[in-house]
């Protein structure tokens, strides 16, 4: 996936409406909050089983949802001058030394904090 690529369209996409005024990392990341809150109503109140085989049209709305989440992400990260793809990488790192194969495999307990 070429990010760069994206970045760019969902610029075009802001210039072309006279949106960068509003595109403040605040505004943005509320947007992005409510985006995610979207995609949790779709999973509300399904059980574990039904989450996984969602309807044709729930799983429209989740793609819908999903996309939005990540046109947001992409913008929020542009405007802080947040390369998301090194950001990404540094956080796997992290997330290794947190979590090591040894004390996390089959086992979802959060133990070590930062």
Known sequence: MN????????????????W????????LTMALSGEVGELTEIFQW??????KN?????????????????IYLLRLSTKLNIDLEDAVIEKLDINARKYPVALAKNNAV???KR
Request: net charge negative; charged share 35%.
């Open 3 to 18: 990010l760069d690529h994206y970045i760019n369209k969902i610029q075009e996409f802001a210039n072309e409406r006279n």
């Open 20 to 27: 960068e005024k509003y595109h403040t990392p605040k505004n």
């Open 46 to 51: 399904l059980s574990d089983d039904e989450s």
């Open 54 to 70: 969602l309807s044709d049209q729930d799983l429209q709305l989740a793609k819908e949802e999903i996309a939005d989440i990540f």
């Open 110 to 112: 959060k133990y070590n």
